[in-house]
């Protein structure tokens, strides 16, 4: 199904996916039900901003709203991130250390050899 479409699912029920943003593939659902009322379901959502992918597209309301989120209650500063990734990878390779990036979660694996690519583009580590 095209994001942003909306195409209906059952007799008088219409499903609208929009980007989520958080991971590929990801999309928030939006549905409205035969009596007029909606509903949106979402797990996380991504941050605006990713290297990779395209942002959350915007919510624009809903009756109920459904949502899981682990960082629901704080916004994340990429600048700040990658600053302080390089100051780490700086640091570590100054004193001769190893660096271990654990790549245990889905984004993380595709954004870490992005970072280090723009570090050593900006003459980084």
Not at 51 to 63: I, M, N, V
Not at 71 to 81: A, E, I, T
């Amino acid at each position: 199904m095209p994001i942003s479409n909306e195409i209906e699912i059952t007799s008088g029920i219409r499903l609208a996916l929009h980007h989520g943003g958080h991971i590929l593939g990801s999309a928030w659902a939006h549905l409205t039900l035969k009596d007029g009322h909606t509903l949106a379901v979402s797990g996380d959502l991504g941050r605006a901003g990713h290297p990779l992918l395209l942002p959350p597209e915007p919510f624009s309301g809903a009756d109920i709203l459904l949502m899981e989120s682990t960082y629901g209650d704080r916004r994340h500063d990429q600048r700040v991130g990658h600053s302080a990734f390089a100051d780490v990878l700086s640091r570590t390779c100054a004193r001769g250390g190893t660096i271990v990036i654990p790549a245990f979660a889905i984004d993380r694996t595709e954004v870490v050899p992005h970072e280090l690519t723009v570090l050593r583009e900006e003459g980084g580590p």
